[in-house]
């Protein structure tokens, strides 16, 4: 009873989070012009790991959001996705995108594993959601439970930044670079790489090319500096 009334209590505080706090408008067009921000990322992480070497493996995003890296994702090939996501208005746009063969559930992540004890994911990923994680040791934890050995985690979260805290009430557990390495490798990870991106404003509305990484972590309000993190499953 109690652990029902955590859920619904979690899920109910992110109701219309996207619309609210992000200003998502519920169309495809914004989808597209919003995975802009992502793309150079996802180019990046390919440079250091090859994650589409298998396409047809089945992975795992927390925090789905509006779609936007699900939408990279798609185009890339990937056949057998999960997302999840806890705002049900994001969810719902999502399950209707029309990505074939790409699942968008309402959960978070403590149901989810409980209920796909026995599914494993060659890869999760998890951009900009660690920091809302309401007990990040034990869902990271969850998490590495998910992804078969030898399995990546690949994700980003906010650098400790004062802005980066107090511009989003939901931002519970914005940790330093080696904070996040010290949980991972605590959590069954290894070869866990914390690397600083920092993206001037604006520029990858005019072309997502244009939305090159700085590799240092740069206070300023209009900055973005966040944490990539990409992470490997420890083989037993």
Known sequence: MELNWELNR??????????????AQFNLDWVRKDSDFVYNQLRHVKKIVPFDSDLDAPVLEIGSGMGRLALLLYETGFSDYTGLEIDSEAQKFTQNLGFQSFNFLNQEIKEF????????????FCFETLEHLEQPLQELRLISSLIKEGGLFIGSTPYPFKKNIVSDKSHLFVLHPINWKRLFEKCGFEHVIVSAMTFLPYLW???????F???????????VSTSLIIARKKKQ
Do not use: E, H, T
């Open 205 to 211: 509305r005019i072309n997502k090319k244009l939305n």
């Open 10 to 23: 979690m899920m109910s505080s992110y109701s219309n989070y996207f619309k609210k706090q992000v200003g």
């Open 213 to 223: 990484i700085i590799p240092f972590y740069i206070p300023g309000m209009k900055l």
């Open 113 to 124: 594993a409980k209920q796909n004890s026995d599914q494993r994911f060659s890869c999760v």
